[in-house]
């Protein structure tokens, strides 16, 4: 089926490892955004991409880095992973910068835990 | 910096029931504001969009509102059935610096009971 595909859904770091989270969508949509998602805060954007090759800061951008080097992936990177970044990660991606009905797809998400 | 609250947090109801969900905002200078459905360990689902210049939409049993002017949204859904139970979000889109994003509330728990 055609979405938001995110990779891996759970994973366990330890405090000052590094991951990369992916995030993989086929429905040839230009934006895409990485967000994260926190007990009674709702979702707060990290980075987002508005095409293939760019990137920028969200709310939170700061312990992470992101790529775009294909249009139809978006990777999020923690450089040396910190309890803070402890959360549920999701990526969503539109085909226009959302000022449409239904604009935003969202994948499924990524439960990270950093100890 | 716009902010986003919903009331109540959470809400336990029984089977059949009409029941109406809050999202408030702080600045009313928004392009459009969406309500999401959130189920666990998935990701959201879009329920509704209105624009700033609407004043509701609807879709099926479920019927959002918008009044811009006092920063207010509500989700009204109609005879509550079991699988409505789920994470309910509204978030808003303004003229930011981020351009791309809206602003998210912490969301309502919605328990329907049979």
């Known amino acids: 089926n055609a979405g938001v595909t995110q990779t891996p859904k759970f994973r366990v770091l330890k405090t000052g490892q590094s991951m990369t989270l992916l995030c993989a969508q086929d429905?040839?949509?230009?934006?895409m955004y990485w967000y994260r998602q926190d007990p009674g805060m709702g979702l707060r954007l990290i980075h987002y991409s508005v095409g293939e090759g760019t990137t920028a800061k969200g709310e939170v951008p700061d312990g992470y880095n992101v790529s775009r080097l294909k249009k139809q992936n978006f990777l999020l990177g923690l450089e040396s992973a910190a309890p803070s970044q402890t959360s549920v990660y999701f990526c969503?991606?539109?085909?226009?910068?959302?000022?449409?009905?239904?604009?935003?797809?969202f994948g499924s998400g990524t439960r990270l835990t950093v100890v | 910096k716009q902010e986003v609250t919903q009331i109540p947090a959470a809400l336990s109801v029984p089977e059949g029931e009409n029941l109406v969900l809050n999202c408030s905002f702080t600045?009313?200078?928004?392009?459009?504001l969406q309500w999401f459905r959130q189920d666990p360990g998935k990701g959201l689902t879009s329920l509704l969009l209105i624009q700033s210049s609407q004043r509701e939409q609807t879709s099926g049993r479920l019927n959002a509102s918008l009044d811009k002017s006092s920063g207010r949204s509500t989700l009204y859904i109609a005879a509550s059935q079991p699988g409505d139970s789920a994470t309910y979000l509204c978030?808003?889109?303004?003229?930011?610096?981020?351009?791309?994003?809206?602003?998210f509330g912490p969301g309502t728990r919605l328990s329907v009971l049979p």
């Open positions: 978030a808003v889109k303004g003229w930011d610096n981020y351009g791309q994003n809206f602003v």
């Open positions: 600045d009313s200078a928004i392009y459009n």
């Open positions: 969503a991606s539109s085909y226009s910068n959302g000022y449409s009905s239904n604009g935003y797809t």
């Open positions: 429905m040839n949509h230009e934006y």
